[in-house]
């Protein structure tokens, strides 16, 4: 269904982006961002991004990005798609450009604490790109944990 909007509620319009990986794993995060959207009557973005310039590390790649991409768009997702070098900086853009209110992240697999602490240098690098605005929502792999929201200080750079 597609409603009009107004030039007000376009201003304060929610944009959720998803971030996702050629992954069956997000598939569920796609779902989740679709709710965030469709709670706030707001947009869905899927984005992916890939490191440097080539998306076929693997032979299953294309197809499973293509899977999520249809199925991000029948649930109303408009599907970005990008070759980047330096992804946080990127995600910084993304963001500033599409006007994105809150950015969804997958919790990777974590089996040590060096991978907990390379996840917070990861989501602290990210922090520091996105608008201050933008709120950063981590979707644990335990649905039964609960989403972790980091938000930049005011004043922080």
Avoid: W
Avoid at 87 to 92: D, H, M, T, Y
Avoid at 108 to 113: I, T, V
Avoid at 130 to 136: A, K, N, S, T
């Amino acid at each position: 269904m597609i409603r009009e909007i107004n030039q007000e509620e376009k201003k304060h319009i929610e944009r959720i982006a998803v971030c996702i990986t050629a992954q069956g794993n997000s598939r569920r995060l796609i779902a989740k961002g679709a709710a965030l959207a469709d709670e706030a009557d707001g947009e869905l973005h899927i984005l992916h991004v890939q490191q440097g310039n080539n998306i076929f590390h693997n032979a299953d790649t294309p197809k499973l990005l293509e899977e999520l991409f249809n199925y991000g768009s029948q649930l109303g997702g408009m599907i970005h798609f990008h070759c980047e070098d330096d992804v946080a900086q990127f995600l910084g853009r993304f963001a500033k450009e599409q006007k994105i209110t809150k950015m969804v992240l997958g919790q990777p697999p974590m089996a040590s604490l060096q991978d907990t602490a390379q996840l917070l240098h990861k989501l602290k690098e990210i922090v520091r790109f996105i608008p201050p605005q933008v709120e950063l929502v981590v979707i644990p792999r335990d649905d039964a944990q609960p989403n972790v929201i980091l938000r930049r200080k005011t004043g922080e750079k």
